[in-house]
């Protein structure tokens, strides 16, 4: 199946949003979502898509140099879900925020940020931040 990111919503600047990555069964790749490396993603308007923070199956994470100390990724065991919590939200924030799974990555592999690694690509949750 394909991976559904929620939580998004409209937030003034410096205001927070967690959002939530989830998978209902196996991912669209065969592997079970706790056992995925997964990252989330951003694509604003006229811009491409870029990295924003992943997790690897080990628990590694990485986070893009515009969202470092502010946002941070992690795993809700208890909901077998991929959460991203944004802090100091900023207008450059706003986007469609999307997770994925990084199909081929490996027990001992860390993070990675290059989006052509990934599928399972949902439908993306909007977030706007207001100044």
């Keep these: 199946?394909?991976?559904?990111?929620?939580?998004?919503?409209?937030?003034?600047?410096?205001?927070?949003?967690?959002?939530?990555?989830?998978?209902?069964?196996?991912?669209?790749?065969?592997?079970t979502f706790s056992n995925s490396a997964i990252g989330w993603f951003r694509q604003a308007p006229g811009r491409e898509r870029e990295f924003v923070s992943g997790i690897s199956r080990s628990g590694s994470t990485l986070d893009a140099d515009s969202v470092k100390g502010r946002f941070t990724i992690g795993r809700d065991k208890s909901k077998n879900t991929v959460y991203l919590q944004m802090d100091s939200l900023?207008?450059?924030?706003?986007?469609?925020?999307?997770?994925?799974?990084?199909?081929?990555?490996?027990l001992s592999s860390g993070p990675r940020s290059n989006p052509t690694f990934y599928d399972c690509w949902g439908q993306g949750t909007q977030v706007t931040v207001s100044s």
Excluded: I, M, P
């Design 1 to 31: 199946v394909q991976l559904q990111a929620s939580g998004g919503g409209l937030v003034q600047a410096g205001g927070s949003l967690r959002l939530s990555c989830a998978a209902s069964g196996r991912t669209c790749v065969g592997r």
């Design 90 to 106: 900023k207008n450059e924030d706003t986007a469609v925020y999307y997770c994925a799974v990084d199909a081929r990555a490996v």
